[in-house]
C-alpha cells in the first residue's frame, strides 16, 4: 500500500488522558484510534494486526477440528437465568439494555450459556459427542475502570472455544490437546518464550483452571515463576498451589504479567445447572461435559506491544505485523523513483506486504514513522543507493542500515 | 468437510414462532440458529456464506479504494449529540446502555458520526482528501418488529462505507464509481437481473437517495419498475419522482421488493452540523462532503434464500455457496467407500470445497439433505457407479441425475 494514499497520519502525541503505552504507542502510529477509555477503533493498520492474529489462533483450532461460528451480542434472560449468571451481583461486567416492548437484554461479555442452549438442539446421543466450536467475537464488558489500553477493553475481539463431551476423560484429552494448540499459537505470535501455563482459580466447578500469563510489566497479574521448571502460579491461589506441588515460595520468582488466553473445566456442572443432557451408550440421559477456551485478540496485540516497544517505537514480530516492509523513497530524481516502484512491484509480485512511503516529506520523518509503527523491514532507495546499485536496510531490532544488493534483500525477506 | 463431524444436523421443522421463509430454511437446514426475533446466530455452513459474500464486497470496495477498519459498537452520548441523531424522537432504532457510573452509552446502528468525528484527526487540509473507509460490522437496532428473518435483524452484519471529499463534483464521481461497484456485487451474488437502483427518500440533505432493491415477494418495499428503460422508484418518492423522470405511472409494473443496498448523499450537511473542516487550497476553512454506502450482507443473503428456494429447499449461486459440491456415497462397501474417498481427495487437492455425506444413514435422507442446503454440484458414489466407472451427478437446479465420467464431472466443476 502507497502511504500517501493511507488515510492515518503519525501523531507527535497520544490523547492527555491515555496512560497506557500500548495504546499511547498504536495511537500514536495510527494503529488505533480511541473513542473512549476501553473502547478503540482499529484502523486499517491496526485492523490488518488484528487479522493476522486471528489468522494464526484459526489455523491452529481448525487444526484440532474447533468449527468456527459467530453467536450473537444480543442475550436473553432466559437463557442465562439457567445458571445464576443473569445476576448483576454473580456477573459485574453486564451491560444491559431494552427492546421497546421493555423486554430486558444483555450484551454478550462470554458465551458458555448460549452455547449450551444452543447445542441442546444438536447434541442428542453420544453419537454427536465431542463437539468442539469457536468464534471471534466482539465482547462487551461494563469494566469500572479501563486503563490499560487494549489490555483491558470495554469492547474487545476475543477467540472463544468450547468443547462438549461425554465424559471427564473425554473432556481431559482434548483439554490438554489446546493446551498444546495454544503454547503453538503463543510461539507462532512470538511471545512463547515469555509465556506460561499457570494455576488460577477453578471456580465453582473445578479447583484450578490454567491461565497462559505472558510476563509484562504492564500485566494486571502477579506471578510465581520456577522458569526451568516451567512451573506458574498465579497469586490468588498461591497458597493452594504451593501445597499441591510440594514446592517453596522461594524457589519462586515473583513477576508482574498479563493473562493472554485461559481454559476452563466446568466439567458436568454448567449442564447440570442447566438441565442439559445426552443419551449415552446405555440409553441413560447424562450430562455433558464443557470445557471453554479463550484467547483475548486485542489483549495479545497489546502485550506485544508492551512487551517489545523500545524508545523509538512499537516492533512488531514478522507473523503479526501489518507489513514485512518499509520502503522509503528518498528524493525526486526520475531515476530513484523508477528503482522504488520498480522495487515495490517486485516485492509485491513476490507477495511480501509493503508500506511504500512515496510521500513529499524530510527523510528523518520517514525513518521516524517507520520505527514508529514497528516494521519489521526498512528499505530505503536514494541517489546513493541508485549510483551504488545497492538498496538500504535495516531491520527495525538494529541500530544502523547497511547497503545490501537486490539479491540479498530477497535473501533477508525469504523470497 | 465431512457431513459426519459437522455439529449441526438437518431438522423437519423450524420453531413454530418463525414466520419468515429465509429463516425457516436456514433454520432446516443448519446455517442459522435463532436466538430471538431478528437476531440469529451463524453456524459453520451459515458462516461460510457471509464470508462469501463478504469477500465479493470487500473485492469491489478495494478495487474502489476503500480502506477497511473496524469501528465501535459502543457509542458516546457526545459524538450523536454534534447532531440530533442521539435523540430517540430523532433515531428510534437505539438500542442504550449504561457504565456504571452511569455514563449513558448506545450501541451502533450506523457510523456516520463516529466516522466524521475520527476522520477529524487526520483530514486536515485538501491534500488528504478525498479518503473512502469502509466495515464489516455487527450493528444492532431496536426494531419494533422483526418478522421477516434475517432480512430484517435486529442484530445484523452491514457493510457501510464512508467518503470524504473537497467539492460536491469529487463526490459525485466517486459516487457513481460505487453504484457501479455496487451493481458488480450484485451481479456476482447472483441477483443482479432483479436488482435495480432505485430512487428514494433522500431525508434532510439531498432530494433522492438511491436505494438497490431487488425484486422479491418477501421485502418490504414497494416498487414502480420500468425493466426496459431500467428505472425503479420507491413508492415513498413515486410523486417527486414521476415528475423528475417524465414518466406516467401506468408505465411502470409494481411489484414488492427488498433494499439490499443504499447510497447516500449527505452534502457538506452533516459536516456544517458536526462543525468539522479542512483547510482548501485557499486556505479557507471549508465543511466536507459525505456520502455513505451500505450492504446489508445479512439481508442479502436472506433474500437469496428466499428468491431461489424451490419446494424442496434453499438454491444457492456458486459464487457465495458454503460449498461447491455435496459428495454422498452410499452404501458401505469396500469399493465404494474408496471411490468416494479418493474423489473427495482429489476434488479438494483441486481447490473445490465439498461437503463429504460420509454419515449412515439412508439414500434419501442424503438426497433431500443435497436439495434442503442448496449446494450447487450432487455427486454420488454407490455400488452401481463403481460398476459402471461413472459418477452419478444432478445440478441442485435440476430434476434428474445422470451417470457422467470423472473428467466431464471436473469440466462441470471448471476444474
Redesign the interface.
Known amino acids: 500500500m502507497r502511504y500517501s ?5 503519525t ?1 507527535k502525541d497520544a490523547p492527555a488522558d491515555e496512560v497506557a503505552k500500548n495504546a499511547q504507542l498504536l495511537i500514536r502510529a495510527g494503529f488505533i ?1 480511541k ?2 477509555a476501553g ?6 493498520l ?2 490488518r494486526v ?1 487479522e493476522n492474529i486471528k489468522t494464526i489462533v484459526r489455523e491452529e483450532m481448525n487444526k484440532e ?1 474447533g ?10 434472560k432466559e ?1 442465562w437465568s439457567t445458571t445464576s449468571r443473569w445476576d448483576d451481583e454473580v456477573v459485574d461486567v453486564w ?6 416492548d421493555q423486554t430486558e ?1 444483555g ?1 454478550a461479555w462470554s458465551h458458555e450459556e ?1 452455547i449450551m442452549e ?2 441442546q ?3 442428542k446421543s453420544y453419537k ?1 459427542l465431542p ?1 468442539s ?1 469457536y468464534q471471534f467475537q ?1 465482547k ?1 464488558r ?1 469494566e ?1 475502570r479501563a486503563k490499560s489500553g487494549i489490555m483491558r477493553g ?2 474487545f475481539v476475543m477467540k472463544d472455544m468450547y468443547s462438549l463431551h461425554e465424559s471427564p476423560e473425554d473432556l481431559a484429552k482434548y483439554y490438554e490437546s489446546i493446551k498444546e494448540a495454544y503454547t503453538r499459537i503463543y510461539e507462532r505470535i512470538g511471545i512463547g518464550k515469555d509465556t506460561f501455563v499457570t494455576f488460577a482459580s477453578g471456580g465453582a466447578f473445578t479447583k484450578f483452571s490454567h491461565e497462559f500469563q505472558t510476563v509484562c510489566d504492564a500485566g494486571e497479574d502477579v506471578l510465581y515463576l520456577h522458569r526451568e521448571k516451567n512451573i506458574a502460579v498465579n497469586e490468588e491461589v498461591l497458597e493452594d498451589a504451593l501445597k499441591d506441588l510440594d514446592i517453596n515460595v522461594e524457589e519462586l520468582e515473583k513477576v508482574k504479567s498479563a493473562e493472554v488466553g485461559n481454559i476452563f473445566n466446568f466439567g458436568d456442572g454448567k449442564s447440570e445447572e442447566m438441565g442439559i443432557t445426552f443419551t449415552d451408550t446405555n440409553g441413560v440421559q447424562k450430562p455433558i461435559y464443557l470445557a471453554s477456551y479463550g484467547v483475548g485478540i486485542t489483549r495479545v496485540m497489546g502485550v506485544v506491544v508492551e512487551k517489545f516497544a523500545d524508545e523509538r517505537g512499537i516492533v512488531w514480530p514478522e507473523s503479526i505485523a501489518p507489513v514485512q516492509v518499509y520502503l522509503a523513497c528518498i528524493g525526486d530524481a526520475a531515476k530513484v523513483v523508477n528503482k522504488a516502484d520498480q522495487l515495490y512491484s517486485d516485492l509485491r509480485f513476490a507477495g511480501i506486504e509493503v508500506l511504500y512511503d512515496d510521500r513529499d516529506v524530510r527523510p528523518g520523518q520517514k525513518f521516524a514513522d517507520a520505527d514508529l509503527m514497528g516494521i519489521p523491514h526498512r528499505v530505503v532507495i536514494s541517489q546513493k543507493t541508485v549510483e551504488q546499485e545497492a538498496v538500504e536496510y535495516k531491520a527495525r531490532t538494529e541500530e544502523t542500515a547497511k547497503l545490501i544488493t537486490d539479491e540479498q534483500l530477497m535473501q533477508v525477506l525469504h523470497v
Chains 1, 2 share one sequence.
Open positions: 494514499k493511507l488515510f492515518t497520519k501523531l484510534y473513542v473512549m473502547v478503540y477503533a482499529y484502523t486499517p491496526g485492523l488484528l477440528d468449527q468456527e461460528l459467530i453467536m450473537t451480542n444480543l442475550q436473553t437463557t451491560f444491559k439494555t431494552k427492546l421497546k437484554l450484551l448460549a444452543m447445542m438442539q444438536y447434541v454427536d463437539v466450536v466482539t462487551l461494563n469500572l470495554r469492547e
